[in-house]
């Protein structure tokens, strides 16, 4: 079953719009994905578990901006592989998280 892609994901009652794209456009780098003010762009080639982390990436600055917490880029690298690894090592855990409340 071939998995549906997010469209948007809301950010502090935000939709911001993921675009899947060919190639993330960023100064002279190559990354996997960017987040822009009120936008996140994501390769389009990446496999299912990197394209998960690569957004997660993408989520933690856009919330990292409204927060400003100014988290630097190893930072949030570490929180998006880090809970991208929980989420992928406790099922329960994920299913919890997700469950809609009564």
Known sequence: ?????????RVFGVDLPINY????????????GLYKTYEIEIKDSLNPNSMKETILHEVFHAVDAVME???????????????????ND???????LLEVDA
């Open 1 to 9: 079953m071939k998995q549906l892609l997010p469209h948007k994901v």
């Open 21 to 32: 794209i060919k190639q993330p456009i960023s100064e002279g780098t190559e990354p996997d």
């Open 69 to 87: 917490t100014k988290l630097s880029e190893k930072q949030i690298n570490q929180m998006a592989r880090g809970f991208h690894g929980v989420l």
């Open 90 to 96: 406790s099922p329960e855990f994920k299913k919890f």
